[in-house]
C-alpha cells in the first residue's frame, strides 16, 4: 500500500507570494492533518480534514488554508508569505488515530 | 487549547543506559497520548501510545507511563542502542476521533556507542 506522498518535496518562494502544497493520503484514509515543522517550535497542528470539512484548525493566521477534495487528497496554501513561513510542512492520514506522515514538503521563502 | 511542554530538549546516554523524556500537558480533557520518533531526514512514526484509562504500557524496551492526576506522563527507553538516536516527539489530544495531536517540541536523543 504506498504512503502518504507530498508535492513538491522542496520549494524556493520569495516574500509576498502564495504557495500551494499537495497531499495524496494512503489509500483509505480519510482524515488528513498539516503540521509545520521547524527547529525550534517542532510540530504546530495547522488543520484538519475529514470527508472534504475542515474539522480543527490550530492557532496559525488566516493566510494558512487548505481543502481537501472527494478522493481525500488534501492541499494547503499560504498565501502573502514571510519569511517566518520557512518550514518542513507535513501532512498525516489516519484511519483510527494513529498518523501516517508523508516525507514533507520543505519551503524557502526568501 | 492544549499546550505540551517537553524536557529535556537534548539528551546524550551512553549504549545501554535508560533515557527518560518527560512530558506535561493542560488540558485536563487529553486522554490520549502518543510517542513519535523522527529519525535524521525521516518522517516521524508513531512508536507507542497510551489512553488515559492506563497508567502504564510497555513494549520491548520502551514505556510510557501516565499520571493523569498531574497532568504529564513519560517515555522510558532501556537498554539504548545506537539506533534509538533520533527525536522524540510526545503529544496529546482528546480522542474524539479527530486527529488534531498537539506536540511537544521534541527532544533530540543521542546513544553514544
Known amino acids: 500500500k504506498a504512503g502518504v506522498t507530498q508535492t513538491p518535496r522542496y520549494l524556493i518562494k520569495t516574500r509576498g507570494q502564495q504557495v500551494t502544497l499537495s497531499c495524496s493520503p494512503i489509500?483509505?484514509?480519510?482524515?488528513v492533518s498539516w503540521y509545520q515543522q521547524t527547529p525550534g517550535q517542532g510540530l504546530q497542528f495547522l488543520f484538519e480534514?475529514?470527508?472534504?470539512?475542515?474539522?480543527n484548525k490550530g492557532n496559525f493566521p488566516g493566510r494558512f488554508s487548505g481543502r481537501q477534495f472527494s478522493n481525500s487528497r488534501s492541499e494547503m496554501n499560504v498565501s502573502t508569505l514571510e519569511l517566518g513561513d520557512s518550514a518542513l510542512y507535513l501532512c498525516?492520514?489516519?484511519?483510527?488515530?494513529?498518523?501516517?506522515f508523508g516525507e514533507g514538503s520543505r519551503l524557502t521563502v526568501l | 487549547g492544549e499546550n505540551v511542554e517537553q524536557h529535556p530538549s537534548t539528551l546524550s546516554v551512553q549504549e545501554g543506559d535508560s533515557a527518560v523524556i518527560k512530558c506535561t500537558y493542560s488540558d485536563s480533557a487529553s486522554n490520549y497520548f502518543p510517542w513519535y520518533k523522527q529519525e535524521l531526514g525521516k518522517r516521524p512514526q508513531l512508536i507507542i501510545d497510551?489512553?488515559?484509562?492506563?497508567g502504564e504500557k510497555k513494549d520491548q524496551r520502551i514505556a510510557v507511563t501516565l499520571n493523569k492526576t498531574a497532568k504529564h506522563f513519560s517515555l522510558h527507553i532501556t537498554e539504548t542502542q545506537p539506533e534509538d538516536s533520533a527525536v522524540y516527539f510526545c503529544a496529546a489530544s482528546r480522542q474524539t476521533g479527530a486527529n488534531n495531536l498537539f506536540f511537544g517540541t521534541g527532544t533530540r536523543l543521542t546513544v553514544i556507542p
Open positions: 498525516a492520514s489516519s484511519l483510527a488515530q494513529e498518523l501516517f
Open positions: 489509500s483509505g484514509h480519510r482524515s
Open positions: 497510551i489512553r488515559s484509562n492506563v
Open positions: 480534514y475529514f470527508s472534504e470539512t475542515q474539522r
